[in-house]
Nanobody, 124 residues
């Protein structure tokens, strides 16, 4: 089993920064792909960034490219999302997800394990 616990959300003004953390436990073979998703009220859940633990390769949604950075600590126990230059449209519940696949997908349906989410609110 894999457990994921997010933290670090909060309220910030536009242009500010936040760093989200996702504490992961369970077999590392079941979380070869780690990802951050977000869901705003009335909208579908969208992939923000993915991280392949074996290769370190990353993917970013166009809307966050150049502003957000996904990373993982060397012990592979914590996933981070550094969010800079935040915009009001970044306001959403942010979720950490994990999957045993070697090839990381940007689609929520591909992920087996999910955290409870952490709220990010950006005011203009």
């Amino acid at each position: 089993q894999v457990q994921l616990v997010e933290s670090g959300g909060g309220s910030v003004q536009a242009g500010g920064s936040l760093r989200l953390s996702c504490a992961a436990s369970g077999y590392t073979s079941r979380r070869r792909c780690m990802a951050w998703f977000r869901q705003a009220p009335g909208k579908v859940r969208e992939g923000v960034a993915t991280f392949a633990t074996s290769s370190g390769s990353t993917y970013y949604a166009d809307s966050v490219k150049g502003r957000f950075t996904i990373s993982q600590d060397s012990a592979e126990n914590t996933l981070y999302l550094q969010m800079n230059s935040l915009k009001p449209e970044d306001t959403a519940m942010y979720y950490c997800a994990a999957d045993p696949s070697f090839s990381c997908s940007r689609w929520p349906a591909a992920y087996n394990y999910w955290g409870q989410g952490t709220q990010v609110t950006v005011s203009s």
